[in-house]
């Protein structure tokens, strides 16, 4: 799921939902709401399938695989609190997912592609995982290359972002500052985590 290069707005219409936000996936998605053919049904899912469905949503916009989603479900599981929340927050926790909230990216995608390619630092190190948990305090920063710097500029320029009250971002200096940690209020995706963790836990 993380390399995933299939049809992306093939997902956004089976999931009901833009958890890919390219332009060309986001016009076929408005495009159409039914399947192709003639004389064809509403499929009404199971609950299997309805809990399945929520969990291909959290894969599909966070860029995770199974392996990494069931690392992250065991790891909040251990936690006391609501374990869907937990584990929610925990991938908007993600520097790809910070990189594409601060407005540094248009996609996360490209948040993931830039981080890859050691673009970023956390507080002065450059650090190449886009799985990299960031912390309250953390300082998120552009790599000062001149040919990196123009890059986020304009990338910065186009992109609108998704604010949240937990990051701070300076498009000057392209600078992000982490002032705390997401809350339940932060999670742009629509998705039950109730229902992806009582489908994991089977």
Request: aromatic share 6%; with cysteine; charged share 25%.
């Amino acid at each position: 799921m993380a390399h995933y290069t299939g049809a992306k707005a093939r997902v956004n219409r089976r999931l009901g939902t833009l958890v890919y936000e390219n332009s060309g996936a986001v016009r076929a998605f408005d495009r159409r709401p039914a399947p192709p053919g003639m004389h064809t049904r509403p499929r009404r899912l199971s609950n299997y399938g309805l809990a399945l469905q929520e969990k291909q949503k959290i894969k599909h916009y966070y860029g995770l695989g199974e392996r990494q989603l069931r690392r992250y479900f065991t790891g909040v599981s251990r936690k006391s609190g609501n374990t869907g929340e937990l584990l929610l927050q925990m991938c908007e926790r993600r520097l790809d997912n910070v990189v594409r909230r601060a407005g540094f990216a248009q996609t996360r995608p490209q948040a993931r592609q830039g981080v890859v390619h050691g673009h970023f630092l956390v507080n002065g190190v450059r650090t190449d995982k886009p799985s990299y948990q960031v912390r309250p305090g953390d300082i998120v920063t552009v790599r000062r290359r001149n040919n990196i710097l123009k890059l986020y500029q304009g990338v910065t320029s186009l992109s609108e972002g998704e604010p949240v009250e937990w990051l701070a971002s300076d498009t000057e200096t392209l600078r992000i500052t982490v002032q705390g940690n997401p809350g339940p209020a932060d999670i742009s995706l629509p998705v039950d985590g109730n229902m992806v963790v009582e489908f994991m836990s089977r």
